[in-house]
Nanobody
Framework: QVQLVESGGGLVQAGGSLRLSCAAS????????MGWFRQAPGKEREFVAV????????YYADFVKGRFTISRDSAKNTGYLQMNALEPEDTAVYYC???????????????WGQGTQVTVSS
C-alpha cells in the first residue's frame, strides 16, 4: 500500500515557475514508477510525465515541450515536478500517482494523491 500527498501548488503568473512535491509513505514506493497527471475543469484527467523506479528513464506529454522536469528522491520517498515557463493553459489540479508500469493512461496507476491546485494567471 502506498499513500501519496502532493504539495507546492499555488497561484503564479504566466512565465513563472512552481515545484510540486509528492510525499509517499509505504516501504514499496521505490519499486513503483511515479507519474503526474492533471485535470482542468470540465476536462478529462491527462498525462503529464512519468519516471521509472530507478530514475533512469522519463517520459513526458508533448505539451510539456521541455518546460517540466520530473524527478524523484528514493531516499526521501519523494517525487517532484519542476514546472517552468507556465502558461494559463497549465491551470489544473495536479495529481501524483504510482504504479507498476510506465503508461500515459490513468487506468494503469493504482495509487493516487488528493491533488494540488495550480493556477496560472495571464
Amino acid at each position: 500500500q502506498v499513500q501519496l500527498v502532493e504539495s507546492g501548488g499555488g497561484l503564479v503568473q504566466a512565465g513563472g515557475s512552481l515545484r510540486l512535491s509528492c510525499a509517499a509513505s509505504g516501504r514499496t514506493f521505490s519499486s513503483y514508477v511515479m507519474g503526474w497527471f492533471r485535470q482542468a475543469p470540465g476536462k478529462e484527467r491527462e498525462f503529464v510525465a512519468v519516471i521509472s523506479w530507478s530514475s533512469s528513464s522519463t517520459y513526458y506529454a508533448d505539451f510539456v515541450k521541455g518546460r517540466f522536469t520530473i524527478s524523484r528522491d528514493s531516499a526521501k520517498n519523494t517525487g517532484y515536478l519542476q514546472m517552468n515557463a507556465l502558461e494559463p493553459e497549465d491551470t489544473a489540479v495536479y495529481y501524483c500517482t504510482a504504479g507498476a508500469l510506465r503508461s500515459p493512461r490513468a487506468s494503469a496507476y493504482a495509487y493516487w494523491g488528493q491533488g494540488t491546485q495550480v493556477t496560472v494567471s495571464s
